[in-house]
């Protein structure tokens, strides 16, 4: 990954090598990009940010640095979707917490930012539980694995009309069931 300075300024290169520094850091960070890829198909995906203090080393020039206490990122850890709800109203997730009951992703008790988890929202219109493909496509998986039976059972359910296999009366002998003879 690479991370660039904005502008040309002094401060700005100073923020990209502080950031460049921290990211490079995290744990398992390209795994975890690749975890959060997961929402393009079942809509959204979210991670837990671990945060940890450390003391990060940030180039000034070629030839200096400085070293400063910070709150970094440790690791991101993924949250299983089952565990997150979202407000049918407002689309904001919230977290399942068992018994305990639900808690904000995004605002904490006080009303201030929580900034501990990231939601990676999946590509498309609409609410953010219903997007991503897995969710248009749930229904053609449990038809792939059906047997022509339960497929005549499933269109009957429907309304659609299907063919019914008969045998004529005019069969030879031997060929028919007996009730047709």
């Known amino acids: 990954m690479r991370l660039k ?9 100073l923020v990209a090598n502080a950031v460049r520094a921290i990211v490079d850091d995290i744990d398992g960070f390209a795994s975890t990009l690749g975890e959060l890829g997961y929402a393009n198909a079942s809509g959204f995906a979210v991670s837990e940010i671990v945060y940890r203090p450390r003391r990060i080393r940030v180039a000034i020039d070629s030839r200096t640095a400085v070293t400063i206490d910070a709150k970094c990122v440790a690791s991101m850890e993924p949250v299983s979707n089952r565990n997150v709800v979202f407000d049918i109203v407002s689309d904001r997730p919230y977290l399942r917490m068992g018994t305990a009951g639900t808690i904000d992703l995004q605002r904490a008790v006080d009303g201030r930012p929580l900034r501990k988890f990231v939601v990676h929202k999946g590509f498309g219109d609409g609410p953010t539980r219903s997007r991503g493909y897995q969710y248009a496509a749930h229904y053609l998986t449990q038809l792939t694995g059906m047997t022509v039976g339960k497929w005549s059972i499933s269109t009957q359910s429907v309304r659609v009309v299907h063919p019914v296999f008969l045998f004529r009366r005019r069969v030879r002998r031997g060929l028919a069931p007996q009730r047709y003879r």
Do not use: K, R
Not at 5 to 13: E, G, R, Y
């Open 5 to 13: 300075p904005c502008n040309s300024t002094q401060l700005a290169v």
